[in-house]
């Protein structure tokens, strides 16, 4: 770790000495008919220009349909981002084993574009090598070495990277000021993302004096929902409409799953509130909103609804098990009345083995077909077989935890 802290220390001083290139692509017309001529490579770059929003051109079916274009000649580039929609649930149902095939395929001509000096696929190697996907193993330093060639480069997504490297500690000691110099850089250009991380870097006093006003303006100025999931949908999906996620979530000890899911509801209520507001409402700010807090911010904002949590548990284990069937049938069933749900889950491995849940969702859709509970994450919205929330697998959300106890509000402002 030292050693990698003293390449970084050398790194910065000779980056911040000479400079970086300026990473200029193609125009996007252009790039558009390379890929309407099947080019492989910009079938792979468009579909990521699509899926990243680069050029404010997001739009995930578009990028489904040309990552898949790519995948399919066996393009790094879109094998690649085809998996990262994969391993995120997003607009894909989730398969481990088909990311990591995806990953796996990916690798080989990453390595190759990336040693020719393709800062995209730079970016996205380093990203195999930083979280072993597609069983590569983990490596450090070849991580942060491939992100700072495409950053040498001026490649924006690898500067954001690397802001996150130092927020985080990703392989580095923390380094807010380092991240600070990143996220400034970016956001002066006018990068959301990199705005939104420095108003959490005032909230929280991260490499600035705390302060929450400051912070609360820039949440207000920037916060949106996020509109690529408006319109996408699956046959058969029913959906409740304008129950969007939030495009950046707050960054907060224990995470802000809840206010993030507040923060959908009341925004579909046309209430204006931040996910900051929203944190100070359930009494604690700075930490994640807990069970009962939920309420305490549902009675500020006047929202109705109703409490479905209950217990499950009996001495009959095919009892207890017949009722998180007869819940999860509830839930969708309110769903399918057009009642928004949000619901508590455990996240398996859990990292919190006495707490009956470990994280919020918001369930705003079903699919008869399928099967699948369609629901806001965080900034994300994702699909999920409803046996998955009956069961408890290896990893993955499910209701079933160590009290039998299970929870739920269902929002009723709310018609078909």
Known sequence: M?????????????????????????????IKQKAEAEDSYYQGVLGEIYYRGER??????????????????????????????????????PD????????????????????????????????????????????????????????EQGFPRAMYIEGIIYYNGLGVE?????????????????????QFQLANMYFNGHGYEKDIDKALAMFKEIQTPNYVYETMKQERDYIIPDVLPPQYYLIIEEGSCG?????????????????????????????GLHVNELFDVLSEY?????????????????????RYYSFLDNVILKVEQG?????????????????????????????????????????RRKRIPAEHLVSQTEMGYSFINKYNWVFAIEFTDFQK
């Open 2 to 30: 030292k050693k990698i802290a003293l390449s970084v220390l050398i790194f910065c001083l000779i980056f911040g000495t000479i400079g970086f290139a300026e990473y200029v692509e193609e125009d996007i017309d252009i």
């Open 56 to 93: 404010g051109e997001e739009d995930y079916q578009k990028a489904l349909h040309w990552l898949q274009l790519s995948a399919e000649k066996e393009h790094p580039i879109g094998l690649f981002n085809l998996g990262y929609m994969c391993i995120l649930s997003e607009y894909v149902p």
């Open 96 to 151: 481990t084993l088909n990311c990591e095939d995806l990953f796996s395929r990916a690798f080989p001509g990453l390595q190759e574009l990336a040693e020719k000096g393709d800062a995209r696929a730079q970016t996205e190697l380093s990203s195999l090598y930083r979280y072993g996907w597609g069983g590569i193993e983990k490596d450090t330093e070849k991580s942060l070495m491939w992100n700072r060639k495409a950053v």
């Open 174 to 194: 923390k380094d807010y000021e380092e991240a600070k110099v990143w996220f400034e850089k970016l956001a002066e250009a006018g990068d959301k993302k990199s």
């Open 259 to 287: 206010e993030c899911c507040l923060w959908s509801i009341l925004q579909a209520r046309h209430i204006e509130a931040t996910q900051v507001e929203i944190n100070k409402a359930g009494g604690d700010p700075g930490r």
């Open 302 to 322: 006047d929202i109705n609804f109703v409490n479905l949590s209950r217990s499950l548990g009996t001495s009959d284990s095919i009892l207890t098990s017949k």
């Open 339 to 379: 009642h928004p749900v949000l619901i508590g889950i455990k996240v398996y491995p859990t990292q919190s083995p006495d707490w009956a849940c470990d994280h919020f969702v918001l369930v705003i859709g079903y699919n008869e077909d399928t099967d699948e509970l369609i629901y806001n994450d965080n900034v």
